[in-house]
C-alpha cells in the first residue's frame, strides 16, 4: 500500500475553518487521575499548533481506555484538555459530550485560533461499530478533517473511517512522518536489514513474519513467540506460552527463512521462573532444556549476547515486542540489552510501537532511535503491508 499521496494539512486551505481532528490522547493515568506520560499528547501538538497558528477553529477527539460505551468519569479526557492547554499556553475549551448540546455550544463559540476537545468517543458504542448516523453528527461540526492518530490507523471507526465520507479529510504531522519514515525503510533499506519480534504469540504476528522473509538479512525471534519455534524442534518448554497449534507454522517459517538466505536466530538458553510472579525463583537454563513446571520468563544470557551480536553493524533495524515480560525488573534483561544493541548499532532503526516503545522509553534509550511509532498495531500492519483504513480514506493529493 502507498499511502505517500495522501493529502496532508498543508495542502488545505484552514483559515477561518472548523476543523476535526482526530488525535491518539489515549494516554495511562495512575490511581490519583494523573497522566503519567504525555508522550501521545506531545506527538500531537506540532498539528495543532500549525492550526491555530493558521486561524483553524480546531475541533479535537480521541478515545481513552475501554468504557464499553457508556459513560464513565474514569475515562473522561478532561485531564487531557487541562495538559494540553498547559503545553501549548492557551486555553482549551471542553465539551462535556461528543454529538450532543454542549459539543454544538462549544463549537459554535470557538474563534479563530481556539481550540476544544470532545468528550471521549467510546462513550458511544456507534463509535467503534463505524455508525453511519454518528459518524455523520460527528462530520456535521466540522468543515475539514485531519487524522493525526497513527495508533489507530488500523481500525474502522467513526472518528477514522466514518467521518471521511463527508468531510475532505487529510492526515497531520504525525501520521505524515509515520508514513514516510516507514515507507523509506521498507522500499529501500540500508543493509544489513535485520529485524526483531517479540511479543506473547506467533499467531499475532505470521503475516509480518512473511511480509519480513522477502526484505531482511536477519530475523530474531524472543518473547513468548520463541517457545512455539523451540518446542516445534522437539525441545521441551515446560509450562512456558506455546501455541501448540501452531508448530507446523514455525517449521515453514524456519524452511522459509533457509530459503530466502534469511539468518534466523532463536534463543539458546532461558530465564524461567516457577510461576508467572515478578518475584518467582528463577534459572537460567539451556533452551533445549527447560525443566518440566518451569516457564520461560526471558531469555538468558548467552541469547542476550547472541542476538546483541547479530544487531552489531546493521544497517536498519525494525523491533516490534520485548525479549520477555519487560514489566518485570527480574525479567527485563534480555530486553534491555536488545534496546542497547539497538541504540549502540548506530543502524536506521524503528520501534514498532506497543510494549517495545514503552521499554525504549523506560531504558532511556528514546534519544538513540530513529524513530519510535506511536501505534503498535497500527505499525504491525504496516510493516505486513496490509491495509490501513483509517489511510486509505484520506483524499488523494
Known amino acids: 500500500m502507498n499511502y505517500l499521496n495522501k493529502k496532508t494539512v ?3 486551505d484552514v483559515t477561518g475553518k472548523k476543523v476535526l481532528v482526530r488525535c491518539d490522547f489515549n494516554v495511562p493515568f495512575d490511581e490519583s487521575g494523573n497522566i503519567t ?52 499556553n492557551i486555553d482549551v475549551k471542553f465539551a462535556q459530550d461528543v454529538i450532543g448540546e454542549s459539543a454544538n455550544i462549544t463549537v459554535s463559540q470557538l474563534k479563530d485560533g481556539e481550540v476544544c476537545l470532545l ?44 467521518v471521511t465520507q463527508y468531510l475532505p479529510s487529510v492526515c497531520g504531522f504525525l501520521i505524515q512522518k509515520e508514513i514516510s519514515t516507514m515507507s523509506k525503510i521498507l522500499d529501500n533499506p540500508k543493509r544489513p536489514f535485520v529485524s526483531i519480534l517479540g511479543g506473547a504469540k506467533v499467531s499475532d ?28 524442534l522437539g525441545y521441551s518448554v515446560g509450562t512456558s506460552l506455546c501455541e501448540s497449534d501452531k508448530l507446523d507454522l514455525a517449521r515453514d517459517i524456519m524452511a522459509k527463512a533457509k530459503e530466502k538466505n534469511v539468518k534466523l536466530f532463536l534463543p539458546v538458553d ?23 513446571g518451569w516457564m520461560g520468563l526471558d531469555i538468558g544470557t548467552k541469547t542476550a549476547d547472541l542476538f546483541s551480536e547479530a544487531i552489531k553493524g546493521a544497517g536498519t533495524v525494525v523491533w516490534n515486542g520485548p525479549m520477555g515480560v519487560s514489566e518485570w525488573d527480574n525479567f527485563a534483561n534480555g530486553t534491555i540489552a536488545v534496546a542497547k544493541a539497538i541504540a549502540d548499532s548506530g543502524a536506521i532503526s524503528i520501534i514498532g510501537g506497543g510494549d517495545s516503545a514503552a521499554a525504549v522509553e523506560k531504558l532511556g534509550f528514546a534519544d538513540k532511535m530513529t524513530h519510535i511509532s506511536t501505534g503498535g498495531g497500527a505499525s504491525l500492519q504496516f510493516l505486513e503491508g496490509k491495509e490501513l483504513p483509517g489511510l486509505s480514506h484520506l483524499n488523494d493529493k
Open 10 to 12: 498543508l495542502d488545505i
Open 37 to 88: 506520560d504525555t508522550k501521545r499528547i506531545d506527538e500531537s501538538l506540532k498539528t495543532i499548533k500549525y492550526l491555530i497558528d493558521n486561524k483553524a477553529k480546531v475541533i479535537l477527539c480521541s478515545h481513552l481506555g475501554r468504557p464499553k460505551g457508556e459513560f464513565n468519569k474514569k475515562f473522561s479526557l478532561e485531564p487531557v484538555a487541562k495538559q494540553i492547554s498547559k503545553s501549548l
Open 119 to 162: 468528550e471521549n468517543l467510546r462513550f458511544h458504542k456507534e463509535e467503534e461499530k463505524n455508525d453511519p448516523e454518528f459518524s455523520k453528527k460527528l462530520a456535521s461540526l466540522a468543515d475539514l478533517y485531519v487524522n493525526d492518530a497513527f495508533g489507530t490507523c488500523h481500525r474502522a471507526h467513526a472518528s477514522t473511517v466514518g
Open 205 to 232: 504476528k505470521i503475516g509480518v513474519i512473511n511480509s519480513l522473509l522477502e526484505k531482511v538479512d536477519k530475523l530474531i525471534i524472543g518473547g513468548g513467540m520463541a517457545y512455539t519455534f523451540m518446542n516445534s
Open 270 to 292: 532461558n530465564k524461567v521462573g516457577k510461576e508467572y510472579d515478578p518475584n518467582t525463583e528463577s534459572q537460567i537454563v539451556p533452551a533445549d532444556k527447560i525443566p518440566d
